[in-house]
């Protein structure tokens, strides 16, 4: 019987494969942006589980000491805390107390990997305890690190009585009250007095921190506390919280340079919301003809409370 031989294989044409590339390079024009858009969202819903984490760790720490949520703000500095990083302080107090470990719960999508107060140059600033270089990069990758912002309320609560808008220092202990207790919170709502929340961050020298393994952007801290008016203490600065999530046009403020849009809040009554940055002007304080000290916040209004915690004074603009 007669063979047949083979077919011959039909091979793609130079056509057919630049059709191929075109097609698969439209698919993943079309994916891509999904992908990412998921990627943020989940960024988001980790920060805000984070931080509900750590709600639950300041409520926690609050029914074993008098009702305060923390022992104050993370400095080293004697003039603006309340003892050496590694003993006072809300990160010290929920490493030392086993709650958790902030150092292991940073905002994942904040461009900020670090408190900017663990600086070398800021920890040995009027220090309550001398830490080498050494030594406070081994306390970073202990734990007591953290890229969320507290808020001035939660670190100090208001102004000492006598401490009036001409005479005072928001971050002296001196002239504050101390950190916040439960007692304070009759005047507030208490689901619109923030705790702790996304932060912002600046390309400052003074901001970068060595954690060891690199150099990092540093987060704010705490934010800046009331604003004088006069012989009174107004409304809060909150131009310290800012955006970490999300994708929108990078801002033409060179200082933030970043693109991110929302930003997560925890409250006092432990529950967490998220805000957009709608005037893209890097943080969540005030804006463009709405100023100190008694202006509107543009971003956040109708979420947060500005006022006087003790009186209620301020707690909406005039």
């Not at 309550?128 to 939660?154: C, H, V």
């Not at 000492?160 to 207790?181: A, E, M, Q, W």
């Not at 060891?212 to 409304?235: C, F, M, N, Q």
Request: charged share 20%; glycine share 10%; aromatic share 10%.
């Amino acid at each position: 019987m007669p063979r047949h031989s083979p077919r011959p294989r039909r091979a793609f044409t130079l056509i057919e494969l630049l059709v191929v590339i075109a097609i698969v390079a439209l698919l993943l024009s079309i994916l891509l942006p999904s992908l990412a858009g998921a990627r943020d969202a989940a960024r988001t819903t980790l920060c805000q589980s984070n931080l509900r984490q750590m709600g639950i760790g300041f409520l926690a720490f609050a029914q074993s000491n008098r009702e305060a949520y923390s022992t104050g703000p993370v400095d080293n500095r004697r003039r603006s805390s309340y003892g050496a990083i590694d003993d006072k302080g809300w990160i010290a107090d929920m490493v030392n107390g086993e709650y958790y470990l902030p150092g292991n719960m940073l905002c994942p999508g904040n461009i900020a990997r670090s408190n900017q107060n663990l600086s070398q140059s800021r920890v040995m600033q009027d220090p309550y305890k001398p830490f080498s270089d050494e030594d406070r990069k081994a306390l970073i990758a202990a734990g007591y690190n953290s890229n969320y912002t507290q808020s001035w309320f939660m670190a100090y609560t208001e102004m000492k009585p006598g401490r009036l808008g001409n005479v005072g220092d928001p971050k002296r202990i001196s002239d504050v009250v101390g950190p916040l207790t439960e007692r304070y919170l009759g005047q507030a709502n208490i689901s619109t007095v923030p705790l702790m929340a996304d932060g912002t961050t600046q390309k400052d020298s003074a901001d970068q921190v060595d954690i060891g393994t690199e150099i990092v952007r540093g987060v704010k801290s705490t934010t800046d506390g009331p604003y004088p008016d006069g012989l009174h203490w107004a409304r809060q600065d909150y131009s310290d919280f800012g955006p970490a999530h999300g994708k929108g046009p990078r801002l033409s403020f060179a200082v933030y340079d970043h693109d991110r849009v929302i930003g997560n809040f925890l409250f006092a009554d432990g529950h967490v919301a998220n805000a957009r940055d709608a005037d893209r002007n890097g943080h969540f304080g005030w804006g463009p003809g709405t100023s100190p000290p008694a202006g509107r916040y543009p971003d956040i209004e109708s979420l947060v409370y500005g006022g006087v915690l003790s009186s209620g004074r301020y707690g909406s603009p005039r």
